[in-house]
């Protein structure tokens, strides 16, 4: 299970300033840094050179704009259609084509040690989760966009919908859409 933010707490630390504001800086940065990493991969033609500088120029703009954020709602979904925006608008400016890896992103973002008893007990799950994530970076656009929002972040169709300006129905239909891809693609779930 994804630990979630409190976007409440994170708005008030940063709107009392001083320290209080820079614990919710670093709060904010360390939960959404990696994600919106895998996010910009979503973005084909982004480089990804500036993966680097154009995340932390959205964790920046939310963070200055934190008195705009609506605790009623999920931090994460704001968070999101900040970076949609941006990388939008970004990739309206570049001219140039690149390919993105997320493999280059796995690299670059320290992972997780497991302990040895734990390693042979999660083989096949590893084996299903790389085929699952090998048909990910197969998808384009939206879609691959949609599949990370809704895998790797757990968000709802609503949430999924408002970031990227798609009606919950259609979030909802593309997504089976995404598993029946995902599933052929790797050659069916097998357990469970």
């Known amino acids: 299970m994804m630990l979630q933010i409190d976007g409440e707490r994170i708005r008030a630390k940063a709107l009392e300033g001083g320290d209080r504001a820079r614990e919710a800086f ?37 963070f200055r704009n934190i008195e705009r954020y609506n605790p009623a709602y999920s931090l994460s979904t704001w968070i999101y259609k900040i970076a949609e925006n941006h ?12 390919l993105i890896s997320i493999d280059d992103l796995e690299r670059a973002i320290p992972q997780r040690d497991t302990p040895d008893s734990a390693i042979a007990d999660k083989a096949a799950d590893r084996d299903l989760l790389e085929r699952c994530k090998k048909a990910i970076r197969m998808l384009e656009g939206d879609d691959k966009r949609i599949a990370f929002l ?43």
Not at 29 to 36: G, I
Not at 89 to 96: E, F, G, H, S, W
Not at 178 to 189: L, V
């Open 87 to 98: 990388f939008t608008d970004i990739l309206r400016k570049v001219k140039r084509n690149s």
């Open 26 to 62: 670093s709060e904010l940065w360390h939960y959404f840094y990696p994600r919106l990493l895998h996010f910009a991969s979503s973005f084909r033609k982004l480089p990804v050179s500036e993966y680097d500088d154009q995340v932390s120029d959205i964790l920046i703009k939310a």
């Open 150 to 192: 809704k895998f790797y972040e757990s968000m709802s169709s609503s949430e999924i919908g408002r970031v990227l300006r798609i009606p919950p129905g259609t979030v909802r239909w593309r997504i089976s859409l995404i598993r029946s891809f995902i599933e052929k693609t790797i050659g069916g779930f097998h357990g469970d």
